[in-house]
C-alpha cells in the first residue's frame, strides 16, 4: 500500500474498497439490462437517469432522507432499550423464554405492510405510527439477539458473580450485557434492513408530509417514475450508511472481543 495516496489507503483498511467495487458492478449491470432491454421507466429506470433527477433536486431528496433517518433511529432505539428488558427476563428464566419467543416469532413472520393501516387508524396521522412500526417490525430480531447473547456469558465467570452474591443489576449491565454485544451488533444490521424499509412504507402509508416514503408514494400517484426511483435508491443509500455507522460503532465498542482482532 506504499505507493496509494493516504486517502485509497484508509479506504482498504476500512473495508470500503470491496462494498464499493460492487455497487459499480451492480450498477453496471442494472444499466444493461435497461438499455438493452429497453425497460419501462416506471418499471425499471436506469441508474443514470436516477443520478439525474438526484442531481436536479438534491435538496429535496435530502431532506426527506433526514425525515426517514431520524423515523429509523428513534424506532430502533426504543426497540433496542425495549428488546434488552424483554432479553434480560427471558435470558434469566427459561419458562418466560419458551412462552415469549412464539410470539415475537408471530411478529417476526407476518407481513407487517397489511397492519400498517390499522396502526396508523389506532395511533392517527404523523410520526408516531411510523415511529412504531419501525420498533415493533425490529423488536424481535433484536430480542432474540439480546437473549441469545446474555445465555452465551462464559460460565465461569457467572459462577464468580454467583460466589460473590453480585446484584442483580450488577450481572446485567457486567456480565450479560457485554455478552452480548456481539450478538447485537449483528443483529442490528438486520433490525436496521427491516426498520428502514417499515419506515419507507409506514410514511406512506401515514400521509405523512415529508420523509422518503411519502416522497414516493405522491410520486408514484402521479406516475413520476424518477422521483418514485430516486426515493428507493436514497433509500438504500441510507441503508448503507447506517450499516457502515454500525461497523464503525462495532469496531469502537468491541476492541477487545475476538472479532475485531
Known amino acids: 500500500m506504499t505507493n496509494l495516496n493516504p486517502f485509497m489507503t484508509r479506504l482498504i483498511r476500512a473495508g470500503w474498497i470491496a462494498p464499493l467495487v460492487g455497487v459499480v458492478l451492480f450498477a453496471g449491470l442494472w444499466e444493461a439490462v435497461v438499455r438493452i432491454f429497453d425497460v419501462r421507466p416506471f418499471v425499471l429506470l436506469a441508474p443514470s437517469e436516477i443520478g439525474a433527477e438526484l442531481n436536479a433536486t438534491p435538496g429535496f431528496f435530502f431532506e426527506n432522507a433526514l425525515v426517514t433517518g431520524r423515523h ?15 432479553g434480560a427476563v427471558m435470558a434469566s428464566a427459561s419458562f418466560i423464554e419458551e412462552a415469549t419467543q412464539p410470539v415475537l416469532v408471530l411478529i417476526l413472520v407476518t ?15 404523523g410520526e408516531a405510527p411510523i415511529v412504531f412500526m419501525v420498533a415493533f417490525t425490529s423488536l424481535p430480531i433484536f430480542t432474540f439477539g439480546v437473549v441469545g447473547g446474555m445465555k452465551s456469558a462464559d460460565q465461569s465467570t457467572r459462577e464468580v458473580f454467583a460466589s460473590i452474591d453480585a446484584r442483580r443489576i450488577d450481572v446485567l449491565f457486567r456480565l450479560r450485557l457485554p455478552a452480548a454485544l456481539p450478538s447485537i451488533f449483528t443483529t442490528a444490521r438486520f433490525a436496521m434492513a427491516l426498520g428502514l424499509a417499515a419506515a419507507y412504507f409506514s410514511e406512506g402509508a401515514a400521509l405523512s408530509n415529508a420523509g422518503l416514503g411519502a416522497a414516493g408514494k405522491r410520486a408514484a400517484a ?12 436514497t433509500t438504500a ?16 465498542a468491541l476492541r477487545w472481543h475476538v472479532s475485531q482482532r
Open 222 to 233: 402521479f406516475n413520476n417514475g424518477p422521483t418514485l426511483w430516486a426515493t428507493i435508491v
Open 237 to 252: 443509500a441510507l441503508g448503507l450508511i447506517g450499516l457502515g455507522i454500525i461497523a464503525a460503532i462495532e469496531r469502537t
Open 72 to 86: 429509523m433511529l428513534i424506532g430502533l432505539v426504543i426497540s433496542l432499550i425495549v428488546s434488552i428488558g424483554v
Open 111 to 125: 407481513p407487517w405492510v397489511a397492519y400498517v393501516t390499522s396502526v396508523v387508524t389506532w395511533l392517527g396521522f
